[in-house]
């Protein structure tokens, strides 16, 4: 059974540059922690070392994106510049293995719609399989309908869309987030919430605003989980009554939503989205190297899982080779 890992973050050195010269202190926490860290070794191997740590986790295939904030924390003049380098990054790596590594594309999305043209460019040249977008834009939220240019040429393409948290606005991480003190503040703000809970917000936020309604083909992957808001699913219904959608919210995490775990390997939050979204609608993610599988724990998380075998093949594998095969080139 092949086992593909959907959230699985590499940085470059110039990524690495674009965010000291933005912000010399990295006040953002994925930044320090990508920069200076154990883990940024990882984060800059996109060859021998990570094809071991998949070998040791049991992954097949590694679908590459480069890790938050991306390039949407820096300015559009730099952003634009470097998301074509970045991409060409990525399809040098999946050429130099074949079979091991794809990728999503990197995009400047404070600029839409070069984020658009890229994103048609990374596809349909590069053989990218969609790109991977953190949730927030220099501090716009991703429904609002200047970003509409990217979900456009990503519904045209067929191409998934993976919305991966960021963190939130200061003003939010100020008042929710602050008062624990290092490192607990920022663990609390990202990792252990205040991303999950942000992007689980993006999501409803795109339903809400019609994105979905605008974009009836659009596909987008959601991590952990589905980042707190598919177990809200319930209650989030009072709201069918007040939006004019054109099916319940509810229904949109069925036709238009993927959900991955995201590194949490959890056969109860597994069971609880089997029951809500299907095995449809699950792919496998490990959040690499944020969070490590190993001794072949990637794969045993889904053959100790409590599905059945076709249930388990969709998730390891099938869900997303339909995914791809059906992306427009």
């Known amino acids: 059974m092949k086992l593909y890992g959907l959230e699985e973050h590499f940085v ?3 990524v690495i540059e674009a965010w000291r010269r933005h912000d010399p202190d990295l006040a953002e926490p994925m930044m320090k922690w990508a920069v200076a860290s154990d883990l940024t070794p990882a984060l800059l191997d996109v060859g021998g070392g990570r094809i071991a740590a998949m070998d040791d986790a049991g992954i097949d295939t590694t679908v590459l994106s480069l890790t938050t904030p991306g390039l949407q924390n820096l300015d559009a003049a730099e952003a634009v510049a470097l998301q074509a380098p970045t991409n060409d990054l990525i399809a040098a790596a999946v050429r130099r293995h074949p079979g091991r590594f794809q990728g999503f594309a990197a995009l400047a999305t404070s600029a839409p719609a070069a984020a658009a043209d890229e994103l048609r460019r990374a596809v349909t040249e590069l053989g990218l399989n969609g790109t991977l977008v ?10 609002a309908p200047g970003f509409w240019d990217v979900y456009e040429a990503a519904e045209d393409l067929r191409a998934p869309v993976y919305l991966h948290p ?11 987030y602050r008062g624990f003190g290092e490192p607990v503040d920022s663990m609390l703000a990202t990792g252990a ?4 809970y942000d992007a ?6 795109m339903i809400v605003a019609g994105v979905f309604d ?34 319940p919210i509810a229904e949109y995490f069925r036709s238009n939503i993927f959900i991955t775990p995201g590194g949490i390997s959890s056969h109860k939050y597994l069971r609880w989205s089997l029951e809500t979204v299907g095995a449809e609608r699950i792919m496998y993610a490990s ?3 944020f969070n490590t599988e190993r001794a072949g ?4 998380f889904l053959d100790t899982a409590p599905i059945d075998e076709a249930g388990r093949e969709r998730i390891a594998h099938r869900n997303w080779e339909e995914l791809v095969a059906g992306i427009r080139r």
């Open 12 to 14: 470059t050195a110039d």
């Open 297 to 300: 724990s990637a794969r045993r």
């Open 166 to 176: 960021g963190v939130p606005v200061p003003a939010v991480t100020e008042a929710y």
């Open 287 to 289: 959040d690499y190297p």
């Open 134 to 143: 953190n949730a927030g834009s220099r501090g716009r939220a991703l429904d």
């Open 200 to 205: 689980g917000l993006t999501i409803l936020r």
């Open 193 to 196: 919430f205040g991303w999950h």
């Open 214 to 247: 605008r974009f009836p083909g659009l596909q987008v992957i959601l991590g952990h989980w589905g980042e707190v808001v598919l177990f809200y699913l319930d209650r989030v219904a009072a709201m069918d009554k007040l939006v004019a959608l054109r099916r």
